[in-house]
């Protein structure tokens, strides 16, 4: 494995390789990476001839100064699961590098950044995508991975490149969890054990409206209804949100009833668990939705 932290190293070696006609596939992270990261790579590798990670601590997407100082990142760990791995280049992004001298060109896309987190951590996805694209201009990839575990993030980048015209598939890559069911994230290191014990509560309210939508029961009222009363149960947790929305679009479902929307529905939630934020959904698909308006004449009527 090659460590670069050079900007213009990476692109060059980059270059080279496309000059060789090798493919590549790119995993942009901000550190601490853990076996969600680590099935990203996987999959880069599966796919492409060779696979850069970047691991760069964005400053721009993070809300507040304390919350960018404690983000628990260890470049030495870092770099030893990219070599685990089988990681091809790591790039180890520097902020004299990317955040230039008086930087001021920003990357905004601007309704799918509007709901859910974009609600709650303005300027969040502006830094994002402004850093997302910086990385694709450096390593140029035929295919860059990203987790659904951050759905609206993946649909962010997905439709920067779709607007953008950039020649890289964007790869959508299944949330990684615990054996109880919480999503792996850098910042479960910070939960204290109370903490912990309460994060549960988020894939459990999850599934309880996943469940209850797939019986049929459509109103989106009730379904967030749902949600909200399952993450109550757990006092520790201040809920941010919980929502349920067209997977396509982010926006809420006319009327108030959840249609066979194209990209299918989104149940997603936002926590607090003592100073700690979590973030998870579910995505259920078209198809899913299809066979269970089958089961019940009452989804979306
Ligand atoms: P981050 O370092 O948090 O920016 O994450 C880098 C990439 O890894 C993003 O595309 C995330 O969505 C993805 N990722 C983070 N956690 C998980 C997980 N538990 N399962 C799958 N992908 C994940």
Same mark, same amino acid.
């Given at each position: 494995?090659?460590?670069?932290?050079?900007?213009?190293?990476? !692109?060059? @070696?980059?270059?080279?390789?496309?000059?060789?006609?090798?493919?590549?596939?790119?995993?942009?992270?901000?550190?601490?990476?853990?076996?969600?990261?680590?099935?990203?790579?996987?999959?880069? $590798?599966?796919?492409?001839?060779?696979?850069?990670?970047?691991?760069?601590? /964005?400053?721009?997407?993070? /809300?507040?100064?304390? =919350?960018?100082?404690?983000?628990? %990142?260890?470049?030495?760990? =870092?770099?030893?699961?990219?070599? $685990?791995?089988?990681?091809?280049?790591?790039?180890?992004?520097?902020?004299?590098?990317?955040?230039?001298?008086?930087? !001021?060109?920003?990357?905004?896309?601007?309704?799918?950044? #509007?709901?859910?987190?974009?609600?709650?951590?303005?300027?969040?996805?502006?830094?994002?995508?402004?850093?997302?694209?910086?990385?694709?201009?450096?390593?140029?990839?035929?295919? %860059?991975?990203?987790?659904?575990?951050?759905?609206?993030?993946?649909?962010?980048?997905? $439709?920067?490149?779709?607007?953008?015209? @950039?020649?890289?598939?964007?790869?959508?890559?299944?949330?990684?969890?615990?054996?109880?069911?919480? %999503?792996?994230?850098? $910042? /479960?290191?910070?939960?204290?054990? %109370?903490? +912990? /014990?309460? &994060?549960?509560?988020?894939?459990?309210?999850?599934?309880?409206?996943? =469940?209850?939508?797939?019986?049929?029961?459509?109103?989106?009222?009730?379904?967030?209804?749902?949600?909200?009363?399952?993450?109550?149960?757990?006092?520790?947790?201040?809920?941010?949100?919980?929502?349920?929305? =067209?997977?396509?679009?982010?926006?809420?479902?006319?009327?108030?009833?959840?249609?066979?929307?194209?990209?299918?529905?989104?149940?997603?939630?936002? &926590?607090?668990?003592?100073?700690? +934020?979590?973030?998870?959904?579910?995505?259920? #698909?078209?198809?899913?939705?299809?066979?269970?308006?089958?089961?019940?004449?009452?989804?979306?009527?």
């Amino acid at each position: 494995m090659r460590v670069i932290s050079r900007a213009h190293e990476i !692109q060059a @070696w980059t270059a080279c390789l496309r000059r060789a006609g090798r493919s590549l596939g790119f995993v942009p992270t901000l550190g601490g990476l853990h076996e969600g990261h680590a099935s990203l790579i996987r999959l880069a $590798r599966s796919e492409c001839d060779k696979v850069v990670v970047s691991v760069y601590l /964005n400053p721009t997407q993070f /809300n507040s100064p304390s =919350d960018l100082e404690r983000y628990p %990142a260890r470049a030495d760990e =870092d770099l030893a699961l990219c070599e $685990r791995e089988g990681v091809d280049f790591a790039y180890l992004g520097r902020r004299e590098d990317l955040l230039v001298d008086r930087f !001021q060109s920003w990357v905004e896309v601007e309704r799918l950044t #509007r709901p859910l987190c974009g609600a709650f951590r303005p300027g969040h996805f502006r830094g994002v995508t402004t850093v997302v694209a910086q990385l694709f201009h450096l390593v140029r990839p035929d295919r %860059a991975y990203f987790g659904l575990k951050d759905f609206q993030q993946a649909r962010v980048v997905s $439709r920067m490149v779709r607007d953008l015209l @950039w020649d890289a598939e964007v790869r959508l890559v299944p949330t990684v969890r615990e054996p109880d069911g919480v %999503a792996l994230s850098s $910042r /479960n290191r910070l939960l204290s054990p %109370a903490a +912990r /014990n309460a &994060a549960p509560a988020l894939i459990r309210a999850l599934s309880r409206a996943r =469940d209850r939508l797939a019986r049929g029961d459509g109103d989106v009222a009730a379904l967030e209804a749902c949600l909200r009363g399952a993450l109550a149960e757990e006092p520790l947790l201040k809920v941010e949100y919980a929502e349920v929305v =067209d997977a396509e679009t982010l926006d809420p479902f006319p009327d108030g009833k959840v249609t066979e929307a194209d990209g299918g529905v989104l149940l997603a939630v936002a &926590a607090w668990a003592e100073g700690v +934020r979590l973030i998870d959904n579910v995505w259920v #698909r078209p198809e899913d939705l299809r066979s269970s308006s089958r089961s019940s004449a009452t989804l979306g009527s």
